[in-house]
Nanobody
Framework: QVHLMESGGGSVQAGGSRRLSCAIS???????MGWFRQAPGKEREREGVATLFADGTPYFADSVKGRFTISQDADKTTLYLQMNNLKPEDSDMYYC?????????????????????WGQGTQVTVSS
């Protein structure tokens, strides 16, 4: 079992930065960790933002490349998403996810269907 809890959401102006955190408990040694986002009421449109494989390899959606980074602390108990140069279209609920047994090729897909464990989400609102 993996338990995830996001924090760090809030309101920010366009061009600003925000760092999201995800506290990980239970099995902290997942092969693949990820961040996803979705608009309220649009479960089927949960979009992959970034994933991080256990060897430190990150993967990013095209929409956030060059602006977002994903990282994890040394003891694997916290996952981060650093968001820079935020745009209004980045406004969404952001979710942390874990896939303990996922192989690297699947981690690179940044697909929600590969992740069995999810946090409750944290809202990010970017104003223009």
């Amino acid at each position: 079992q993996v338990h995830l809890m996001e924090s760090g959401g809030g309101s920010v102006q366009a061009g600003g930065s925000r760092r999201l955190s995800c506290a990980i408990s239970g099995n902290t040694r997942s092969n693949c960790m990820g961040w996803f986002r979705q608009a309220p009421g649009k479960e089927r449109e949960r979009e992959g933002v970034a994933t991080l494989f256990a060897d430190g390899t990150p993967y990013f959606a095209d929409s956030v490349k060059g602006r977002f980074t994903i990282s994890q602390d040394a003891d694997k108990t916290t996952l981060y998403l650093q968001m820079n140069n935020l745009k209004p279209e980045d406004s969404d609920m952001y979710y942390c996810a874990a896939a303990p047994l996922l192989a690297k090729p699947y981690c690179s897909e940044i697909s929600k269907s590969n992740f069995p464990y999810w946090g409750q989400g944290t809202q990010v609102t970017v104003s223009s």
